[in-house]
C-alpha cells in the first residue's frame, strides 16, 4: 500500500501565503514525477505544478511566478509554495505521484486532498 499525506492547506487573506507538503510512504519503492492540482466548485480538476525526477518544473499559466513546486528525495515528499494568493486559488488543492512499489508496476498515486480558501 501507498500513503500520500498532505498538510499545509488553510484559511488565508489575498496576499498571503501557504506552503503545502505531499509525503509519500508505504510500499513506495521509486518515483518519477510529482504534481499539484486543484479542483474547484463546479471546475474540472487542472495541473496547478509538476516536477519531473531531475527537477524539471512547469506550471499552469495561472500561478506562474506566484507558486513553486520543489522536492526532496530523500523524504518521498514534494511542496507547493504559493505566494500572493487571489481569491481565484481557492480549491482543493491534491498531490499526485508516479511512482512503484517493489514488486509493482508504475502507477498515479494522489493524496486525500487539502482544502485552501483565499479570502478577499
Known amino acids: 500500500q501507498v500513503q500520500l499525506v498532505e498538510s499545509g492547506g488553510g484559511l488565508v487573506q489575498a496576499g498571503g501565503s501557504l506552503r503545502l507538503s505531499c509525503a509519500a510512504s508505504?510500499?513506495?519503492?521509486?518515483?518519477?514525477?510529482m504534481g499539484w492540482y486543484r479542483q474547484a466548485p463546479g471546475k474540472q480538476r487542472e495541473l496547478v505544478a509538476g516536477?519531473?525526477?531531475?527537477?524539471?518544473?512547469n506550471y499552469a499559466d495561472s500561478v506562474k511566478g506566484r507558486f513553486t513546486i520543489s522536492r526532496d528525495n530523500a523524504k518521498n515528499t514534494v511542496y507547493l509554495q504559493m505566494n500572493s494568493l487571489k481569491p481565484e486559488d481557492t480549491a482543493v488543492y491534491y498531490c499526485?505521484?508516479?511512482?512503484?512499489?517493489?514488486?509493482?508496476?508504475?502507477?498515479?498515486?494522489w493524496g486525500q486532498g487539502t482544502q485552501v480558501t483565499v479570502s478577499s
Open positions: 508505504g510500499s513506495i519503492f521509486r518515483i518519477n514525477a
Open positions: 516536477i519531473s525526477s531531475g527537477g524539471n518544473t
Open positions: 499526485e505521484i508516479f511512482g512503484r512499489t517493489k514488486d509493482g508496476g508504475w502507477s498515479d498515486y
